[in-house]
């Protein structure tokens, strides 16, 4: 009999929902903190402490090893969670996971959860893989060197090429100057006589 056996189907298939477990799983492994829905985190959280209860208490068996890789299918993963992640639990006799219930989800509004192991080997600013700011190296004061030195050849490149005298500069100036006022007292011509008599007295002619 199955009574009082509906939760945790994630509305999902049997296969469907192996296969998001699994993928969160790995990814939880990996990472060692993970962002989900609050349902796929209370699901993740019974599928993947017995692995890691199996690992713990079965470091170096062959058999153990066989049968996390028939739940992950990920042979880095088994390796990863044999060696780095059991051994921190050896004296812990469960919760290796915990969930924190974050903001609900804008499209939809489902609850959000972060799930993550209760000991890491990986710190915070390593997952939002912060750096450190260091003093320049060597090979970055070498290539601002280089930059200045380039620049500075352009300058003198600039300069060389406009070597052109100050007069030639005024006397063509003074010829703009001139053509401007040409245009205007042309412009005020037009104005003064008017644009149709002008066509007329043209075509008179």
Same mark, same amino acid.
């Given at each position: 009999?199955?009574?009082?056996?509906?939760?945790?189907?994630?509305?999902?298939?049997?296969?469907?929902?192996?296969?998001?477990?699994?993928?969160?799983?790995?990814?939880?492994?990996?990472?060692?903190?993970?962002?989900?829905?609050?349902?796929?985190?209370?699901?993740?959280?019974?599928?993947?402490?017995?692995?890691?209860?199996?690992?713990?208490?079965?470091?170096?068996?062959?058999?153990?090893?066989?049968?996390?890789?028939?739940?992950?299918?990920?042979?880095?993963?088994?390796?990863?969670?044999?060696?780095?992640?059991?051994?921190?639990?050896?004296?812990?006799?469960?919760?290796?996971?915990?969930?924190?219930?974050?903001?609900?989800?804008?499209?939809?509004?489902?609850?959000?959860?972060? +799930?993550?192991?209760?000991?890491?080997?990986?710190?915070?600013?390593?997952?939002?893989?912060?750096?450190?700011?260091?003093?320049?190296?060597?090979?970055?004061?070498?290539?601002?060197?280089?930059?200045?030195?380039?620049?500075?050849?352009?300058?003198?490149?600039?300069?060389?090429?406009?070597?052109?005298?100050?007069?030639?500069?005024?006397?063509?100036?003074?010829?703009?100057?001139?053509?401007?006022?040409?245009?205007?007292?042309?412009?005020?011509? +037009?104005?003064?006589?008017?644009? #149709?008599?002008? #066509?007329?007295?043209?075509? +008179?002619?």
């Amino acid at each position: 009999m199955r009574h009082r056996k509906k939760r945790g189907r994630l509305n999902r298939k049997t296969a469907e929902r192996k296969a998001v477990l699994k993928h969160l799983t790995n990814s939880l492994f990996t990472y060692q903190r993970i962002e989900t829905t609050a349902s796929k985190a209370k699901a993740l959280r019974e599928f993947a402490e017995p692995l890691i209860t199996l690992a713990k208490k079965n470091a170096n068996s062959i058999n153990a090893r066989r049968q996390v890789f028939s739940k992950l299918g990920d042979k880095d993963i088994v390796k990863n969670l044999f060696s780095n992640i059991s051994p921190l639990y050896k004296d812990v006799p469960g919760g290796y996971l915990r969930i924190m219930l974050s903001a609900r989800r804008k499209g939809d509004g489902t609850q959000m959860a972060v +799930i993550e192991l209760t000991k890491r080997t990986i710190s915070d600013d390593e997952l939002l893989k912060v750096d450190k700011i260091s003093e320049p190296d060597k090979k970055i004061k070498k290539k601002k060197d280089k930059k200045k030195e380039s620049a500075e050849k352009t300058d003198s490149k600039d300069k060389k090429t406009q070597t052109e005298p100050e007069d030639e500069r005024e006397e063509a100036r003074k010829k703009l100057d001139a053509r401007k006022q040409k245009a205007k007292t042309e412009q005020e011509k +037009i104005t003064k006589k008017g644009i #149709f008599k002008r #066509f007329r007295r043209k075509s +008179i002619g």
